[in-house]
């Protein structure tokens, strides 16, 4: 029996992603340990999911009272305990992480809120032409929103400025 090049490739594609999420689990598992720990050292209650979403290990931090004191303003705790833990993961691995960490569902409601900020100014600048400048975010804000822009047609959306002061802007095409 003769196996054929694509049959071996397709082989090779299917072992890559296994090799991948097994990675990407593995930095999920550290992450949720280096998390563990903060959480006993600051006495706070929580229960950490961990999952894989596309390229990226997410870990979820839930069920405390407590929590909102590591989300902070505008999510700047939240960002800097993303950071760290990914430096713990890095430190482990010896490999750059693109963990994300969402601490409450902080995340999931702010990208929720910015999808709909981007569809809705999307749709105004279809309806009334010009352009639209929106307040200014963090780049992983505008991503969410350029997103959500590109998903109406008739209009694009850029970023301008510079940071922190970079906004994304939706014009019409």
């Known amino acids: 029996m003769k196996i054929g090049a694509d049959a071996v490739d397709a082989d090779a594609a299917v072992s890559d992603e296994d090799d991948s999420e097994d990675y990407l689990v593995e930095e999920g598992e550290i992450a949720g ?7 006993d050292v600051l006495d706070f209650d ?5 999952d894989v979403e596309g ?18 303003r505008k999510g700047e705790v939240l960002d800097a305990l993303q950071e760290l833990t990914r430096l713990a993961v890095q430190q482990s691995t010896g490999e750059r992480s693109k963990l ?29 032409g010009g352009r ?18 590109s998903k109406i ?3 694009t959306s850029e970023s301008e400025g510079v940071e922190p002061n970079r906004r994304v802007v939706v014009v019409k095409e």
């Open 46 to 50: 929580g229960d950490i999911d961990l």
């Open 100 to 128: 994300m960490l969402d601490v409450a569902g902080w995340r999931a409601a702010r990208r929720t809120e910015l999808t709909e900020l981007g569809t809705s100014a999307a749709e105004r600048v279809s309806a009334a």
């Open 153 to 155: 047609s008739g209009v």
């Open 55 to 72: 390229d990226r290990a997410v870990v979820s931090i839930d069920g405390g009272t407590d929590l909102a004191k590591l989300v902070g």
């Open 33 to 39: 340990d280096y998390l563990e720990q903060l959480l």
């Open 132 to 149: 639209e400048e929106l307040a200014p975010m963090t780049p992983f804000e505008r991503k969410i929103v350029h997103d959500a822009v």
